[in-house]
C-alpha cells in the first residue's frame, strides 16, 4: 500500500477457507442471521435502499467460529505489519459479512463516518466462487487525488480476493450484482 494507498491481492486466504467462510456466511444468511445495512451511525443511521441494498451480520470475535477465528487471527497478522510498516497506530479490527442480493448496489461512498477519526484502513475479502465476469458486484475504486472525477479501478469479488485501502482517501462503489455477492467487509481502527 506504500505510495499509492490501495492494494489488491488475489489468493489471500486458501480456497478451503475461503469456502468454509462462505459456507457460514450462507448458512447464517439462510437463517435469518443478517440485518439490512444503513447509513450512517448512532441515532443518525436509517435503511436508505436509494444508497444501499446490502444485508449484514457483524463478526463478533468472542462468538466467532474456528474458522472466523483463523481469518481474525490472518488480519492481526496484517495489521502488525502495517504498523511497523507505516506506524498507522491500528489498534483493532471490526467487520461483518456482507450479502448482496441480486440487483443490490451501494453507491460512491467514503468509509470513515464524518466527524471520525477512528477508521484507517478498509479490508475486504471476497467468498464468491465461480465468479465470471458480467455477474456484477464489482468494486469501483476511484485512485486518483481527483476523487469521483478521476481514475478508477474495477475489481471483480473473485473467491479468496482481497482488497484494502485508506479508509478516508478512496471513493468506492458496489455496482449492481446480477447474483448474490459474498464478502467479509471491515475495518483496521485507531483507539477513539
Same mark, same amino acid.
Given at each position: 500500500?506504500?505510495?499509492?494507498?490501495?492494494?489488491?491481492?488475489?489468493?489471500?486466504?486458501?480456497?478451503?477457507?475461503?469456502?468454509?467462510?462462505?459456507? /457460514?456466511?450462507?448458512?447464517?444468511?439462510?437463517?435469518?442471521?443478517?440485518?439490512? &445495512?444503513?447509513?450512517?451511525?448512532?441515532?443518525?443511521?436509517?435503511?436508505?435502499?436509494?444508497?444501499?441494498?446490502?444485508?449484514?451480520?457483524?463478526?463478533?470475535?468472542?462468538?466467532?467460529?474456528?474458522?472466523?477465528?483463523?481469518?481474525?487471527?490472518?488480519? @492481526?497478522?496484517?495489521?502488525?505489519?502495517?504498523? @511497523?510498516?507505516?506506524?498507522?497506530?491500528?489498534?483493532?479490527?471490526?467487520?461483518?459479512?456482507?450479502?448482496?442480493?441480486?440487483?443490490?448496489?451501494?453507491?460512491?461512498?467514503?468509509?470513515?463516518? &464524518?466527524?471520525?477519526?477512528?477508521?484507517?484502513?478498509?479490508?475486504?475479502?471476497?467468498?464468491? /466462487?465461480?465468479?465470471?465476469?458480467?455477474?456484477?458486484?464489482?468494486?469501483?475504486?476511484?485512485?486518483?487525488?481527483?476523487?469521483?472525477?478521476?481514475?478508477? @479501478?474495477?475489481?471483480?469479488?473473485?473467491?479468496?480476493?482481497?482488497?484494502?485501502?485508506?479508509?478516508?482517501?478512496?471513493?468506492? @462503489?458496489?455496482?449492481?450484482?446480477?447474483?448474490?455477492?459474498?464478502?467479509?467487509?471491515?475495518?483496521?481502527?485507531?483507539?477513539?
Amino acid at each position: 500500500m506504500a505510495g499509492v494507498g490501495w492494494a489488491v491481492m488475489p489468493m489471500s486466504i486458501s480456497h478451503e477457507e475461503g469456502l468454509h467462510l462462505k459456507s /457460514e456466511c450462507s448458512a447464517s444468511y439462510a437463517d435469518g442471521a443478517f440485518r439490512r &445495512a444503513g447509513v450512517g451511525r448512532g441515532d443518525s443511521l436509517q435503511v436508505r435502499e436509494d444508497i444501499r441494498r446490502d444485508e449484514v451480520m457483524w463478526i463478533e470475535p468472542g462468538e466467532a467460529s474456528a474458522h472466523q477465528t483463523l481469518f481474525l487471527a490472518s488480519l @492481526e497478522i496484517l495489521r502488525l505489519a502495517l504498523n @511497523e510498516r507505516f506506524f498507522l497506530g491500528l489498534f483493532n479490527y471490526e467487520g461483518h459479512f456482507a450479502i448482496y442480493p441480486q440487483g443490490a448496489f451501494y453507491k460512491a461512498h467514503l468509509d470513515r463516518h &464524518a466527524g471520525t477519526q477512528d477508521r484507517i484502513i478498509t479490508v475486504i475479502l471476497y467468498l464468491n /466462487e465461480g465468479w465470471q465476469t458480467g455477474d456484477g458486484g464489482e468494486l469501483k475504486i476511484w485512485t486518483s487525488a481527483d476523487g469521483r472525477d478521476g481514475c478508477y @479501478e474495477i475489481i471483480e469479488p473473485r473467491m479468496g480476493t482481497m482488497v484494502c485501502f485508506m479508509a478516508e482517501d478512496f471513493w468506492h @462503489e458496489v455496482l449492481p450484482a446480477t447474483k448474490q455477492r459474498a464478502s467479509i467487509t471491515g475495518w483496521f481502527r485507531q483507539r477513539p
